[in-house]
């Protein structure tokens, strides 16, 4: 690897045979050399999991021209960490996470594993963005998505990320993309949440579903609203969840 | 269960086994009924993550006056939003999570489980609290938190807490306790964070280790701080992680 072009750390949550990795790999090869880090297995749902209680792997998956592949036996974030203590050469300039097979908008930025990976490099102090399009497929075509990663990929590595804040941007899918908005994530809980059964021996068990209630579908100011217009949404996510506005109130509350 | 009496959810990361859990249960079972669903094992570091590509399965655990302890095969989230799902009578008037074998201070808060539980209730619309001991223990001493547990936990049902924000407190181990500050979480960052073994084989693996580094030992109003005096700290938490003060300056980096 050419230690003066700029590094460019990738992970996911889908895992490293997942073809939204290869695609975000695609896009931005020709901005830098390419470490790429991915969860050996499928780990959608894992949010900011670390692996605690047992060893990690590392596996070498590939090796071309300016782009290396690995594989990691845990999680998006143990593979952002693990990448960062034992594969990356150099500091990288920037990390991306996905592109996703799946939507991260609304509030589903709290369970996301691409959002944990982006957020990871964010506390480490390198600027991170999370790509996903909204098409869980494994065939989803991510064509559309290509100038809109180049373009807010080179935008962030011109002119950075203020601290501690990484960026969400979710792509719709099976349309052409009218363009991009800069919004917040909008408000909202998940109904209907799981499907209940009975297994052959007449015990139940239970299997995670449910849909997005959005509670401000009509607010021009959220990613649920753009997304269902055939935008791009960047929602700009930062990692400390203290809420500092409330401080005041809860003083007086236990005081 | 006395429907005219409050009903208290408790989950916790450390599972149903822990200690914690029920120190937690013992605390406040004078102030309402209680629900505990608990991780069937361990989870700690779990953050968000959801069990989405797998089954889950309930157990009864025990039940006694006001009191009924369940498992779930899952994570500390899958716990709540399937005890809101399946277990609960009612709606629950709060929800509390931990006690935690450990601490959450500082940036631990999104890898952590029993916040991550705290979190899920949070959005759910429910007044919530994670409560977390700065001691790994199993055998580790909670007597000194219950008065703290049971004065937060009062003044919440009373007061509420604002829409979308729950509390991560934390309590100094091994000493009494000073008194207790609301205050941030400590800006910082993980050192040192893999120890690197070779297996018989002669392959390398790798533990999650590491400390946290403060990047403002000196800040009074930071939870590291204060849990370095023997205080208990208390940190207003919110779910939706939009940077919403971003917005202007990303809007000019993407225009």
Redesign the interface.
């Known amino acids: 690897m050419d230690s003066n072009r700029p590094l460019i750390l990738i992970s996911n949550d889908d895992g490293v045979e997942a073809p939204g990795l290869y695609h975000l790999i695609d896009c931005v090869k020709d901005y830098g050399d390419i470490i790429a880090v991915a969860p050996a297995a499928?780990h959608?749902?894992?949010?900011?999991?670390?692996?605690?209680?047992a060893?990690?792997?590392?596996k070498a998956i590939s090796e071309e021209e300016g782009v290396k592949v690995y594989s990691v036996s845990g999680?998006p974030?143990?593979c952002v960490?693990?990448g960062l203590?034992?594969l990356v050469p150099r500091r990288p300039d920037i990390m991306l996470s996905g592109v996703n097979h799946g939507s991260n908008s609304g509030?589903s930025?709290?369970?996301s594993g691409t959002m944990?990976a982006a957020?990871e490099a964010c506390?480490?102090?390198i600027p991170a963005i999370g790509y996903s399009l909204l098409h869980h497929s494994l065939a989803a075509d991510f064509s559309e998505t290509t100038p809109y990663i180049r373009?807010?990929t080179q935008?962030?590595m011109a002119?950075g990320?203020?601290k501690?804040?990484c960026?969400n941007v979710n792509f719709p899918s099976r349309c052409a993309i009218e363009g991009?908005k800069?919004?917040?994530?909008a408000?909202g809980?998940w109904t209907e949440?799981?499907q209940?059964?009975t297994d052959p021996h007449g015990?139940?068990?239970?299997?995670?579903t449910g849909r997005f209630h959005n509670l401000e579908p009509d607010n021009p100011d959220t990613d649920e609203y753009w997304l269902n217009r055939h935008y791009a949404s960047?929602?700009?996510?930062?990692?400390?969840?203290?809420?500092?506005d409330?401080?005041p109130?809860?003083?007086a509350?236990?005081g």
Chains 1, 2 share one sequence.
Not at 44 to 53: K, L, P
Not at 182 to 185: L, R, S
């Open positions: 499928p959608s749902g894992m949010s900011s999991a670390i692996t605690v209680n060893p990690l792997r590392i999680t974030v143990d960490k693990l203590h034992a509030n930025v709290i369970y944990g957020l506390m480490a102090g373009r807010i935008a962030v002119g990320l203020e501690g804040v960026l991009m800069v919004v917040k994530a408000k809980f949440e799981y209940e059964y015990k139940p068990f239970y299997w995670l960047v929602v700009p996510v930062r990692a400390d969840q203290t809420a500092a409330c401080l109130a809860l003083t509350l236990l």
